[in-house]
């Protein structure tokens, strides 16, 4: 029976060196800084022509419908978040409504979402916030939205990309990490995950017109081409510039 522990634990123990919890590490090639720098413009032209009219999958109308539908996407799909904020919105369809609302009549509405009692009490409180400290107007300002709940980089460069027009930053989701990795874009982070690096090296590589544009292009294609598990490379527009083409 020891023996049989024994083999189990060395087991568990092989299954964590190697198992699925592993990222796949950014690797660090031989490529100049040029011939990056020119791939990078060759990608922005591929997903240009690509995806033209790329552009956030949330439905909105405002900037705190934006704010709020990016907050309810976290752990969640743009679709569920849509079938979700048309009722949310007729409720509540000020940050002065939502700050009026209780947790437990959000959470219910929210729910599908996933996360929602945590979410819920995000969007109370951003809410309120709005309200206290901005006179019910979501700030424009990134320093402004990252004080509220709820609110980190990611959302706050989608509410400043989408809404207001103001290239601050890339927005690093689940795709734009994988694509990164996957296209040999990142310099400095560590794998598809490490969200502050990977936008870092993205913004020193491409122009800062493009970055709103480069987040929404790379979402969509990494919705319809570069699938996670079984990418479609032979489909791909950006494969000449692709190291990884092929590989998967």
Not at 127 to 142: K, L, Y
Not at 185 to 208: C, G, H, N, S, W
Not at 219 to 237: F, L, M, N, S, Y
């Amino acid at each position: 029976m020891a023996k049989k522990k024994t083999t189990r634990k060395k087991a568990a123990g092989k299954r964590e060196a190697t198992g699925p919890a592993a990222r796949p590490k950014a690797v660090r090639s031989r490529e100049s800084k040029a011939a990056r720098g020119a791939r990078a413009v060759r990608i922005l032209d591929g997903l240009r022509a690509a995806y033209p009219e790329a552009t956030c999958a949330l439905h909105h109308r405002s900037a705190y419908e934006l704010l709020a539908a990016t907050i309810l996407s976290a752990q969640c799909t743009d679709e569920r978040v849509n079938m979700v904020t048309p009722n949310l919105f007729r409720l509540y369809p000020n940050p002065t409504a939502l700050a009026a609302a209780s947790q437990e009549d959000i959470e219910a509405l929210i729910k599908s979402t996933g996360f929602y009692r945590n979410k819920a009490r995000n969007l109370l409180a951003m809410a309120r916030t709005v309200v206290a400290d901005f006179g019910g107007e979501i700030p424009d300002e990134m320093d402004d939205l990252l004080k509220l709940a709820g609110v980190a980089r990611k959302t706050a460069n989608c509410v400043l990309g989408q809404w207001f027009g103001r290239n601050v930053g890339v927005v690093v989701d689940t795709h734009v990490g994988r694509l990164a990795l996957r296209l040999r874009l990142l310099t400095t982070a560590r794998d598809d995950k490490d969200a502050v690096k990977i936008e870092r090296d993205l913004m020193e590589l491409f122009p800062q017109e493009s970055w709103t544009f480069l987040s929404h292009a790379l979402i969509d294609h990494g919705r319809a081409v570069c699938d996670a598990r079984k990418p479609r490379c032979e489909q791909c527009p950006l494969s000449g510039d692709c190291p990884t083409a092929g590989k998967w």
